[in-house]
C-alpha cells in the first residue's frame, strides 16, 4: 500500500510505516452547529456524526472577543431530539476512544475584528490563550483548530500577519500534547497577506487547506466548487484549482505530511442565461435558488444534489471530466461539485502527493441520511480513495 511512491510522498509514508505498519491518512471531518436548525432532511445532530469514519471531528464554531474571551457562534441547544452541544459532542468518544475531537475558532462570519484585537495586544493574546487552554481541558477536547479568515484581510491589520505566528507559537506550547490545526486559504496572494508559512510549520500540526470555492456566483460565467486540475475551458495560466494550490503550499515551505486536502461535500450553484451553453464557463446571471435541506442560494449540499437528480433523473444533464470535476444542469439550474468519483481521484492524488490526508467540509452536507444510497458516500469514497 505504501509502494506508491511519488514525489514527496516518502518520509510521510515511511514514518507511517515505522509507527503504524500502515499508511491510512487522517480524515478530518467538520461539523457545523448550526445543522441543527435545518429542516427536513438537513437536520443534523451530533448523534448523527461519522465517528467511525472520521478519525477527526472538529466543532464549528466558538470566536474570540475583544477581551480574549470566547462564545458560541451558534447557541447550544437541543431541537426535535437533536443537540448540537458540546458536552454531546465530547460524549462521542465514549463508543470511539480513538476519536480525535476539537474546536474551531472562527469562521467566514467573525472576519478578522477581535482576532486582530487579540493578537496585537500582548496581554489580550496571553488571556485568549488561557481562555482556549481552559475551555480544551474543560471539555477533554483533543485540540484547536484555529479558523481566521484571514489574517490581515477583512478587517484586519498588516501586522497580523506575524502575529498570527505568535499566537500559533504560544497557542500550542500552552495546549501541550494536544493538537493546533488551522484552516488556510489556498491561493498565493492570500499567502503573501496572511500566512508566514515556514514559520508556522514549525507549531502547527496541520494544515487544513481550504481546497474549494475556487467558483462561485460571485463570478458572471459557471464554474465549479473545486476542480482537481484546471477546468477544460479555462484560459492558460488559470491557477484556480486543487493541484496548483497543493503546489504553492509545498513551495512556500510547508512539509507534504502536514498539508490535509480540503474536500466540498457541496457544489456552488448558478442560474444559467440560456440553454445554448450549459457547459464551465457558461454566462450565469446569478447563484442558484436555495435547496430544500440547507436552504442557501448559490449553494447546494451533497445530499440535495444527488437526492434531486435521483428524483428528477430525466431532467438532469450531468457530465463527470474523470479524475477532476463534475457539472450537471436541470433547466436554467447549474451545479459544480464532486461525486464518489472525483472525491476518490482527489483522496488518491492527496496520498501520492504525500499528504496527511483528507478533510470535509462538512460531515452535515454529505448524504448522511443515505437518500441516495449508501450514508455518507463522499467521506466513505475519499477513505477508499486514499487508501487505495
Ligand atoms: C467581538 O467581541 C465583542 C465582545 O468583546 C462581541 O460583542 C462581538 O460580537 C465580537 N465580534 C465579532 C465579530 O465576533
Ligand atoms: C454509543 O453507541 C450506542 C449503541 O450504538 C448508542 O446507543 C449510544 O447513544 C452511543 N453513545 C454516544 C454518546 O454516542
Ligand atoms: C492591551 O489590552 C489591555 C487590556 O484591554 C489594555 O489595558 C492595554 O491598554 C492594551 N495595550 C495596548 C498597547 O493597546
Ligand atoms: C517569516 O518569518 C521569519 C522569521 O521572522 C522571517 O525571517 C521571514 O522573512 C518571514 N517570511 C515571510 C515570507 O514572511
Redesign the pocket.
Known amino acids: 500500500m505504501c509502494s506508491k511512491v511519488v514525489l514527496f510522498s516518502v518520509l510521510a509514508c515511511f514514518a507511517a510505516v515505522a509507527t503504524t505498519a500502515s499508511c491510512s491518512g487522517v480524515v478530518v471531518c467538520y461539523y457545523g452547529a448550526w445543522s441543527i436548525w435545518r429542516s427536513s432532511s438537513g437536520h443534523y445532530g451530533v448523534s448523527d456524526l461519522p465517528v467511525d469514519l472520521c478519525t477527526h471531528i472538529v466543532y464549528s464554531f466558538i470566536a474570540p472577543t475583544a477581551?480574549g474571551g470566547i462564545y458560541f457562534t451558534d447557541a447550544e441547544d437541543t431541537v426535535n431530539g437533536k443537540s448540537n452541544k458540546m458536552d454531546d459532542f465530547v460524549a462521542l468518544k465514549q463508543n470511539n476512544s480513538d476519536l480525535k475531537l476539537m474546536v474551531a475558532m472562527g469562521g467566514w462570519t467573525p472576519a478578522s475584528t477581535n482576532f486582530t484585537i487579540v493578537v496585537n495586544?500582548?496581554?489580550?493574546r496571553a488571556t485568549l490563550i488561557n481562555t482556549m487552554v481552559s475551555f480544551v481541558e474543560e471539555h477533554d477536547l483533543d485540540g484547536v483548530d484555529l479558523d481566521w479568515e484571514y489574517p490581515a484581510q477583512r478587517g484586519g491589520a498588516d501586522s497580523d500577519k506575524e502575529q498570527f505566528v505568535v499566537l500559533v507559537k504560544e497557542l500550542k506550547a500552552a495546549l501541550g500534547s494536544k493538537l493546533l490545526t488551522a484552516a488556510v486559504a489556498v491561493t498565493q496572494s492570500n499567502i503573501d497577506l496572511s500566512y508566514n508559512v515556514t514559520e508556522l510549520n514549525k507549531y502547527l500540526d496541520y494544515f487544513h487547506l481550504m481546497n474549494y470555492d475556487y467558483h462561485g456566483s460571485w463570478e458572471t460565467v459557471t464554474g465549479v466548487v473545486a476542480p482537481l486540475y484546471a477546468q477544460l475551458t479555462d484560459a492558460a495560466g488559470t491557477n484556480l484549482n486543487v493541484n496548483h494550490s497543493v503546489y504553492t503550499w509545498i513551495e512556500n515551505g510547508a512539509s507534504p505530511s502536514k498539508l490535509v486536502l480540503g474536500l466540498a461535500a457541496y457544489g456552488k450553484t448558478f442560474t444559467l442565461t440560456s440553454l445554448d451553453n450549459t457547459s464551465t464557463g457558461a454566462p450565469a446571471s446569478g447563484a442558484g435558488v436555495a435547496g430544500p435541506f440547507v436552504g442557501e442560494a448559490g449553494s447546494y449540499s451533497y445530499a440535495e444534489i444527488c437526492s434531486d437528480q435521483a428524483a428528477n433523473a430525466t431532467a438532469w444533464s450531468i457530465t463527470e471530466v474523470t479524475g477532476n470535476y463534475v457539472y450537471a444542469n436541470k433547466d436554467t439550474f447549474w451545479v459544480g461539485y464532486d461525486n464518489a468519483n472525483t472525491i476518490y481521484a482527489k483522496a488518491q492524488y492527496a496520498k501520492e502527493m504525500g499528504l496527511a490526508g483528507i478533510m470535509y467540509w462538512a460531515a452535515d452536507l454529505d448524504d448522511f441520511n443515505g437518500l441516495c444510497g449508501s450514508t455518507y458516500p463522499l467521506i466513505k469514497a475519499g477513505i477508499s480513495g486514499y487508501n487505495a
Do not use: G, K, Q, S
Not at 121 to 124: A, E, G, I
Open positions: 477581551e495586544n500582548d496581554t489580550l
